[in-house]
């Protein structure tokens, strides 16, 4: 089982921003690429953002120009800049790792996930 530890969640107003992170054991990160994901209440489990190792990255339309993913492979942390937030960004956000084409599967399918991170945005 991935042990994959998100945070930076919070409640923030509308226009506000926020950084997540998501460690992941080293072993783990190097050579995946990383997503990350969010599930808001009565919802599906959606992708948001996707990292290659190398760097390249995948953005769903609904965060292009808002959200930023980024990662350090020194720390082996990923990031979600979030920028511009609106009502509608309120989820719990999760990362996790794997091959591109798995990362960027939406809805993800993954053997299992962590304990995720709550972004609320009011309005």
């Known amino acids: 089982q991935v042990q994959l530890v998100e945070s930076g969640g919070g409640l923030v107003q509308a226009g506000g921003r926020l950084r997540l992170s998501c460690a992941a054991p080293g072993s783990i990160f190097s050579t995946n690429a990383m997503g990350w994901y969010r599930q808001a209440p009565g919802k599906q489990r959606e992708l948001v953002a996707a990292?290659?190792?190398?760097?390249?990255?995948y953005y769903v339309d609904f965060v292009k120009g808002r959200f930023t993913i980024s990662r350090d492979n020194a720390k082996n942390t990923v990031y979600l800049q979030m920028n511009s937030l609106k009502p509608e960004d309120t989820a719990v956000y999760y990362c996790?790792?794997?091959?591109?084409?798995?990362?960027?599967?939406?809805?993800?399918?993954?053997?299992?996930w962590g304990q995720g991170t709550q972004v609320t945005v009011s309005s």
């Open positions: 990292i290659t190792s190398g760097g390249s990255t």
């Open positions: 996790n790792a794997g091959a591109w084409v798995q990362v960027t599967t939406s809805p993800p399918r993954f053997g299992s």
